[in-house]
């Protein structure tokens, strides 16, 4: 369900770590399935799918499956040409982080998770005391990654899967997924026909990748299955719940907040390399931007996630436990902000520089580039805004008198030409 780019896998993560598209995923499956899709040209065919089934069957056997379930997995699969088109034009990079919030955080969005805090409270307030995870935590995820409920996917699991593993781009994670896959069907816990997904192969209510069913889904309502697919979301939030618990949620604690910064305030300490306990951020003059003090949760870090003229945050650990499930710093404001509104919280307070856009991918390059040349950046040219690009841009900042918040902007690429 983020939602990085393309490599920054973490290990079982649920949403497909190898995409972490910024504007998370979910978001965007109303519109899978849908005529008017122009296909990108592909090598692929059906001739050539049922060619590589056929070679992966025996290696499926060796792995525990039944010949019976996997015939019957596969029969009717066929190559889908419209996963492949969305795996190589993923929409990564694509929306402003205001643009992301704006619909992930919509007041549609909270009203509707308002409805289903109503429909459902005694059951997630079970979830939450059993392991400890915020009901509005798990909320959000719901509604980030289908809408409560509403949009699950629109492809077959088994086809995209197979269609993703026979086009080679990433043969070795899908095979891996498609096994697990396979492993859920055997197992009795789901039908065929139920298990539809995202074309990334991500499923269910909460979108959990093969493999992190297998490793964490629970049978929270003791009905002998571990059921994310029904009309019943118990098990699908409660293994969401499961699943944050095993990557380290701390019970009773905060993800993070919103917080006005005092002025003069240094720049250098922000970003998640930098931590400090909340005493010391209150010290510095870093107030809650809703008013009131800072919460008691440990050691935090400030994220700007659109420089120094947009919002800030102070996050804490339990960020990092849902960056577990998508590590987009979008994605996990995204899960935060709907919670806190769910709950009752106000907007995000500061303003954010819409007028800004950004930057395209060959700008990213032609930005690591012109840092490298001027002596700001040592990493490789990749196009990928991580930590030692943020560093670089502050460093060229920092050197031409301007506040280093490492925003990677079109300003500031204009100011390298």
């Keep these: 369900m983020k939602r990085g780019a393309v490599g920054a896998m973490r290990a079982g993560a ?15 499956q109303a519109q899978e399935g849908k005529g008017g899709v ?28 039944s010949e019976a379930t996997f015939d019957q997995a596969f029969r009717g699969v066929a190559f889908n040409a419209q996963v492949i088109d969305r795996d190589r034009h993923q929409a990564e ?3 402003t982080i205001w643009a992301y919030l704006d619909i992930a955080t919509s007041d549609d969005r909270v009203n509707a998770g308002r409805k289903a805090l109503q429909a459902h409270g005694p059951l997630l307030q079970r979830i ?8 509005h935590i798990l909320l959000a995820v719901w509604g980030l990654e ?23 781009r990433r043969r070795s994670f899908f095979e891996t997924e498609l096994l697990a896959a396979l492993k859920i069907v055997q197992s009795g816990d789901a039908r065929l026909e139920e298990m539809i997904c995202s074309w990334a192969g991500a499923t269910g209510h909460t ?11 629970v049978d929270f309502n003791g009905d002998g299955r571990r059921d994310i697919w029904g009309d019943d979301p118990a098990d699908a939030l409660a293994s969401t719940a499961a699943y944050l618990r095993h990557f380290g949620w701390q019970a009773g604690q905060h993800w993070g907040l919103e917080v006005n910064l005092p002025a003069g305030f240094d720049y250098e300490l922000t970003g998640s390399f930098v931590k400090k306990p909340v005493a010391e951020w209150r010290a510095l003059g870093v107030r809650p931007a809703a008013g009131g003090d800072l919460p008691e949760d440990g050691a935090g870090s400030v994220l700007l996630p659109a420089g120094a003229r947009g919002a800030a945050f102070l996050v804490f650990h339990n960020f990092t436990a849902i960056e577990a499930y998508n590590p987009a710093d979008a994605y996990v404001i995204g899960v935060g902000h709907l919670a806190d509104r769910i709950a009752g919280g106000p907007p995000i307070q500061a303003a954010w520089p819409r007028e800004d856009r950004l930057l395209t991918p060959d700008e990213r390059l032609e930005l690591q580039a012109l840092l490298a040349r001027a002596g700001f950046y040592a990493d490789a040219v990749d196009g990928r805004i991580g930590p030692n690009t943020v560093a670089g841009v502050k460093a060229f900042q920092r050197a031409n008198g301007l506040v280093p918040d490492g925003y990677a902007s079109l300003d500031i690429l204009t100011r390298l030409r």
Excluded: C
């Excluded at 649920?14 to 965007?28: D, I, M, R, S, W």
């Excluded at 059906?46 to 056997?61: H, K, M, N, S, V």
């Design 14 to 28: 649920v949403v497909l770590g190898v995409v972490l598209a910024f504007f998370a995923a979910p978001l965007a």
């Design 38 to 65: 122009e296909l990108a040209e592909t090598a692929g065919t059906d001739a050539g799918l049922q060619a590589w089934i056929a070679g992966f069957r025996p290696r499926a056997l060796a792995m525990g499956i």
């Design 93 to 95: 990079f694509t929306k």
């Design 128 to 135: 939450e005391d059993t392991y400890g995870v915020d009901k």
């Design 146 to 168: 289908t809408s409560y409920g509403a949009v699950r996917g629109n492809y077959g699991l088994i086809e995209a899967l197979a269609s993703l593993a026979y086009d080679g």
């Design 207 to 217: 979108q959990f990748m093969p493999s992190s069913y297998l490793a964490h889904a």
